[in-house]
């Protein structure tokens, strides 16, 4: 199964559980839904000699991203920012696990790797709990 249909899939998925999430988490969601399409273009650039170390990779990312969607629209948050921990963590493991050769490839690769650890740390933000000062 190519990436593109992974992702093709994944995003069609986070769509169709989007139109019925519960309004606390619909922001969180919509942006959960905007990473797919961007990891898609990130895969793409990938060498494919490197199939072998990206597919798990890109696989474990597609699995997180099913998770974490179903979560929120389940209106749960507790478990979201460990596995958008992970994303963040493959996708970081991406940029050198998938041998980007070409100069203007890299620097695009780590702009959209930069740009989803940006979305995932505003999931992030929207779902934990404001810290509340402890009294003294």
Known sequence: MSFKVVVS???AWFKKVFKNAP???????????????????LFALVDPAAAAIVNPIATEVQADLA????????GGTASV??????????LASLLSAGHIKDPASVTKATGIVAGIQSMVNDVIAAVEPASTPTAS
């Open 9 to 11: 899939d994944v995003e």
């Open 23 to 41: 309004q606390e988490t619909a922001s969180a969601l919509a942006v959960v839904n905007e990473i797919a399409p961007e990891a898609e273009i």
């Open 67 to 74: 998770v974490v969607a179903k979560t929120l629209a389940n």
């Open 81 to 90: 920012p460990a596995f958008l921990s992970s994303i963040q963590a493959n």
